[in-house]
């Protein structure tokens, strides 16, 4: 069983930043972050790979970055130039199994998930 413990959000004005972390426990494949909003579903933000390739969705892409500190079984969301639309539960999930890196925005392709971090921007 991997459990993922999520922290880093908050409320930010727009244009502002947040960076968000989950440590796996313990050291898990591919891992991503995914984002849902009250009355809509859950949507990939960014995700990254076992070889360390990394997507994200084009909503995201230039503003947001992944990173992992394998020592430390840590991922990281840093996420700038925050708009009102980013407004959403994040939630952190990993796998063990080879996933292409084009389905690794896919919920489905996840069995292991956080318990959420809220992140609200106001405009």
């Known amino acids: 069983q991997v459990q993922l413990v999520e922290s880093g959000g908050g409320s930010v004005q727009a244009g502002g930043s947040l960076r968000l972390s989950c440590t796996a426990s313990?050291?898990?494949?591919?891992m991503g972050w995914f984002r849902q909003a009250p009355g809509q579903e859950r949507e990939g933000v960014a995700a990254?790979?076992?070889?360390?390739?990394?997507i994200y969705d084009d909503s995201v892409n230039g503003r947001f970055t992944i990173s992992k500190d394998s020592a430390k079984n840590t991922l990281y969301l840093q996420m700038n130039s925050l708009k009102p639309e980013d407004t959403a539960m994040y939630y952190c999930?990993?796998?063990?199994?080879?996933?292409?890196?084009?389905?690794?925005?896919?919920?489905?392709?996840?069995?292991?998930w956080g318990q959420g971090t809220q992140v609200t921007v106001s405009s």
């Open positions: 999930a990993a796998g063990f199994d080879w996933v292409h890196r084009s389905l690794l925005l896919r919920s489905d392709r996840y069995r292991y």
């Open positions: 990254i790979g076992r070889d360390g390739s990394t």
């Open positions: 313990p050291a898990t494949g591919y």
